[in-house]
């Protein structure tokens, strides 16, 4: 059974330029979560997103940045005219609604803005 | 707003030693969960506490929950050098499952 997959685990973007981050949760999980860890912190959260619908957003910049999770196909997160401070591991998670609220994590995308 | 506050967020300890680390959050919650995660690595879930007085052991760990206080434990017994990681815990809103909010997280080194 896998689990959280998330690709790419490294990308390097110079400024100005757009990144994509994808996820596939685990096999039968329809929530998913992004959070942010930068060096030496912990994890913030980000969006909350179930197939084709954002729950909750309230943790992620207004601009540049937007998430998505198609009826088909993983969940994107996507950050437009990157800049230096958007280097970080962004982490995603899924879970089944109805279970403990547990949530399993992918290996994370490490993005450096050069 | 809620909020989570672990301590010590630096942790050194001698192998065979024990010592526990605390979880302060700061709003009504009945879920709290512990997840360990090595450098460069993704987080594991090593605890899932429901309820209030809730108790969970694995090997040299051991978990527990006072949703009156507020307050988890993680309490490390003898410890060995292979628990060296950094211990997260993170708490769901009681309005809000959905919302999980991470603490600092506290860094163990054990050395032999």
């Known amino acids: 059974n896998a689990g959280v997959m998330q690709n790419p685990r490294h990308l390097v973007r110079r400024r100005g330029q757009e990144a994509r981050l994808r996820c596939s949760p685990m096999?039968?999980?329809?929530?998913v979560y992004w959070y942010r860890q930068l060096p030496e912190e912990g994890l913030k959260f980000m969006v909350y997103?179930?197939?084709?619908?954002?729950?909750?957003e309230s943790g992620m910049p207004k601009e540049r940045f937007s998430a998505e999770f198609p009826k088909e196909g993983p969940s994107i997160l996507r950050i437009q005219q990157v800049v230096r401070g958007d280097s970080a591991a962004y982490f995603c998670a899924s879970s089944q609604l109805g279970d403990t609220g547990e949530l399993f994590f992918g290996e994370g995308s490490r993005l450096t803005v050069l | 707003e809620l909020k989570v506050e672990q301590n010590p967020l630096f942790l050194s300890m001698q192998e065979g030693k024990n010592y526990t680390i605390y979880c302060n959050y700061s709003t009504t919650s009945d879920r709290l969960y512990w997840y360990r995660q090595d450098p460069g690595k993704s987080l594991e879930s090593l605890f899932v506490?429901?309820?209030?007085?809730a108790v969970k052991q694995e090997g040299r760990l051991m978990a527990s929950l006072d949703t009156k206080a507020r307050l988890s434990t993680l309490h490390i017994t003898a410890a060995v050098h292979d628990l060296s990681a950094t211990y997260f815990c993170a708490v769901t809103g009681f309005y809000n499952n959905n919302d999980m909010r991470f603490g600092a997280g506290t860094r163990l080194t054990v050395k032999p």
């Open positions: 096999k039968g999980h329809s929530h």
């Open positions: 997103l179930q197939k084709e619908n954002i729950i909750d």
């Open positions: 506490l429901l309820s209030n007085g």
